[in-house]
């Protein structure tokens, strides 16, 4: 049986933040695409049985019972949201001050929102996910994109909040990539956004996580859906 060794240690700093989650795309994801784009190296630990994941809730690492899971500065967090929200304060990637971050955090949400549609399908019977797949392309196109779209004309920057890079670009990348996933030709009709990622895509730190071979996690698969509902009984 294999264990997953997350062992906080107060007041000291770790060389690495230390992620644990399933191997495969969902909440986890978007912390990979933000430490990457920071230039910060990590390491894993994949939660594959239930006895792994009972091991974590015993020690008490599990807060609300849930993955995912990163330690970093002698912390160990759970929930989505707060170690994005941690990680983009650290790295500098959540604006120069509180107007800038709400934005930030504004565009990210809606994102991420967009994102967990695409995950949460892995789990539906196949003509159910085929149908929440195609709606999530049409919401894309219809809901999301534009306002991107309308964003960047208005704001007539590279970036989506002031004048530097940021959490919101990067999750908004992520979020292409993966509606793109599901219909190459998504962009067709938003330009500004089709320039946004060539941008995005090519700055140095992102281009070297989309290689084959980094830490970028697959689309969710039957063997995904399987470990998961297995490890949390669901």
């Not at 894309?140 to 890079?165: C, S």
């Amino acid at each position: 049986m294999t264990s997953v060794a997350i062992k906080p240690k107060p007041g000291v700093i770790a060389a690495k933040p230390k992620l644990c989650y399933f191997r495969g795309r969902c909440r986890m994801e978007s912390i990979h695409w933000l430490l990457a784009a920071a230039g910060v190296e990590f390491e894993e630990e994949f939660l594959e049985t239930r006895e792994q994941y009972e091991k974590l809730q015993k020690d008490g690492h599990l807060l609300f019972g849930q993955v995912p899971l990163v330690e970093i500065d002698g912390m160990v967090l759970t929930q989505t949201r707060a170690i994005l929200s941690y990680l983009a304060a650290k790295y500098n990637l959540r604006g120069k001050d509180l107007k800038e971050a709400v934005r930030i955090d504004m565009y990210a949400d809606g994102t991420l929102d967009l994102m967990m549609m695409i995950a949460q399908a892995a789990f539906k019977p196949p003509e159910e996910k085929e149908e929440d797949l195609a709606l999530v392309v049409q919401k894309a196109k219809t809901r999301y994109f534009p306002v991107f779209e309308k964003i960047l004309k208005d704001h007539g920057e590279d970036f989506l909040v002031g004048n530097t890079f940021s959490w919101a670009d990067i999750q908004l990348l992520e979020a292409i990539l993966m509606v793109e996933e599901l219909n190459a030709s998504v962009l067709s009709d938003f330009p500004l956004l089709k320039a946004f990622k060539t941008r995005i895509s090519n700055m140095s730190t992102i281009k070297k996580f989309l290689q084959p071979g980094r830490q970028r996690q697959p689309p969710p698969d039957g063997r995904y859906v399987e470990v998961v509902r297995n490890v949390l009984q669901l």
